[in-house]
C-alpha cells in the first residue's frame, strides 16, 4: 500500500508542477516579447531622432546660398511627401498618435493592421525625413509613438490576445525614447493611449518603457532634452500663471480645433478642391510655410528644439512674431497631409508665447516664463495636462516650478475645452473609424 500511495503523490506532484510550468509559460514569453520590443523602439527612436537631425540640416545646407529657395524647395517636397504618404504608405500622415489610437479600438483586424504594419512604419520614418528635409514645420515624437506601436505590434504576432498591451506599450515607449523621459512615457500611455491601464499588462508595459528608455541611455549618454535649468517663480510673480495659461490653452484649443476641421473636410467650393487635389494643397501648404521661414528669418522651419531652447536659456530674446508664425507653420504642416509630430512644435511655441511676455516682470528669470509657456500650449494642443507638465519637468530636471506647471496646464486645459471640446488625437482616431466604417469600441475622450 504504501509504495502505491507514494507513486499516487509523486505523480500528483509533477502533474501540479507541469501545470504550473505551462501557467508560467505564456507569461514569460509576454515578458521577453515587450523587453525585446522595447529596445528595439529604442533603437528606432535613435535612428529617427539622429535622421531627423540630419534632415535639418540638410535643408538648411540647401538654403545657404539663399533663403528664396525655399519657396521652391518647401512646395515640391510638401507635394512629393503629400504623394508618397497617400500613395505608396497610406495612413502613414499626420503624427502617427490617431492611428495608434484606432488601431487600439478597432475590432477588425484588417483595418488594424493597415495602420499598424511595417510598410506604415517604414514609410513614415522615411516621409517624415524627406518632409523635414524641405523644411516642415514638424516634430519627430508623435511619429516615434507609431513606429514604437509598428514595432510591438509585429511581435505582438505571437502573442495576438496582448496587442492592445503591445501597443499601449510601444507607443509609450516611444515618447520614454524621444524625449529621454520614462515617466512621461508613463503618464502618456495612461492619459492619451490607454485611457487606463490594462491591469494585467501595467508591468509588462513598464518594462518596455524601461528596455526603451536604457537602450536610449545606453546609445545617446544621460542628458536632458533642452538642458537643465533651475528657473524658479517667486510667488509674488504667481499671477502670471493663469495669463499664460489662459493664452495657452485658447491658442493650442484653437491649433486642435483647425486641424480637426481640415480632417474632417471644409464644406463647399473650398472643401471639394483640397479632397480632389490633395498633392496641390500640399504643395500650397508648403508655399505657405516657405513665406512663414521668410518672414520669421528661417527660425520656424523644422522642430522648432533649438529656438525653444535658445529661448529658454535666455541666449536670445523671443522675437514678437516667433510663436505666431511657428504656430501658423505647424498648422499647415499638418494639414497638408505629410506626417509630422506635435510635441517639439508645440513646446516651440509654448516658448516663443512665455519668453514675449517676459518683459512684465523682467526680474523673474525668462526660463520660468518659457517652462510655463511650453506646458500651458502644449496641455492646450493635447488636452493632456499630467503628460504635458511632466514631460517639461523631466526634460529640463525643473522640480521648482513643478506647482505653478501643474496650476498652469489645469488652467490651460478648462481653456482648450471652452475653444474645443473633443481631444485631438482622439477625435482624430474617430473621424479614421468612422470614414473606415469598421466596427470599434468608443474612443471619444471628453471631460
Partial sequence: MAPRRTRFRYGRSIARLRSVSQDAYPL????????????????AAVVMAKGADLAQEGFKALTAPSPLIALVL???????????????????????????????HAREARFRHGLISLRVGFGKVMVLFLGLLCGASAGREGPTVQVGAVIMAAFGRLTPDRLPGLL???????????????????????????????????????????????????????????????????LEAWWIVPLIGVLGGVAGGVFSRLVILFAQGLP??????????????????????????????????????????????????ASLLYAPLKFLATVLSSVSGIPGGLFAPSLAVGAG????????????????????????????????????????????????????????????????KAVCRGGLYHTLAEIMLERADVPAQPVSRTA
Fill in 268 to 317: 463647399g467650393p473650398v472643401g471639394r478642391l483640397i479632397a480632389t487635389r490633395p498633392i496641390l494643397f500640399a504643395a500650397a501648404c508648403g508655399l505657405a510655410v516657405a513665406l512663414c521661414g521668410l518672414a520669421s528669418g528661417g527660425t520656424v522651419y523644422g522642430t522648432g528644439y533649438e529656438e525653444a531652447r535658445t529661448i529658454l536659456h535666455g541666449d536670445a530674446p
Fill in 168 to 234: 499601449l506599450a510601444g507607443g509609450a515607449a516611444g515618447v520614454a525614447a524621444a524625449f529621454n523621459t520614462p515617466l512621461a512615457g508613463i503618464v502618456f500611455g495612461i492619459e492619451e493611449l490607454g485611457r487606463a491601464y490594462e491591469a494585467r499588462s501595467s508591468g509588462l508595459i513598464v518594462a518596455g518603457i524601461v528596455a526603451a528608455g536604457l537602450t536610449s541611455l545606453w546609445l545617446m549618454g544621460n542628458y536632458t532634452y533642452f538642458g537643465t535649468t533651475q528657473a524658479a517663480l517667486p
Fill in 28 to 43: 514569460w514569453r509576454s515578458r521577453l516579447l515587450f523587453l525585446a520590443g522595447g529596445i528595439c523602439v529604442g533603437l
Fill in 74 to 104: 518647401t512646395p515640391a517636397g510638401f507635394a512629393l511627401a503629400a504623394l508618397l504618404a497617400k500613395t505608396v504608405f497610406p495612413n502613414s500622415q499626420g503624427s502617427g498618435i490617431p492611428q495608434v489610437i484606432a488601431a487600439r
Fill in 353 to 416: 508665447i512665455g519668453g514675449v511676455l517676459h518683459p512684465l516682470l523682467p526680474e523673474v528669470p525668462v526660463g520660468a516664463f518659457v517652462l510655463v509657456g511650453m506646458v500651458a500650449y502644449l496641455t492646450g494642443v493635447l488636452q493632456a495636462p499630467i503628460t504635458s507638465f511632466v514631460i517639461v519637468t523631466e526634460m529640463t530636471q525643473n522640480h521648482a516650478l513643478m506647482i505653478p506647471l501643474m496650476v498652469a496646464a489645469l488652467i490651460s486645459d478648462a481653456a482648450s
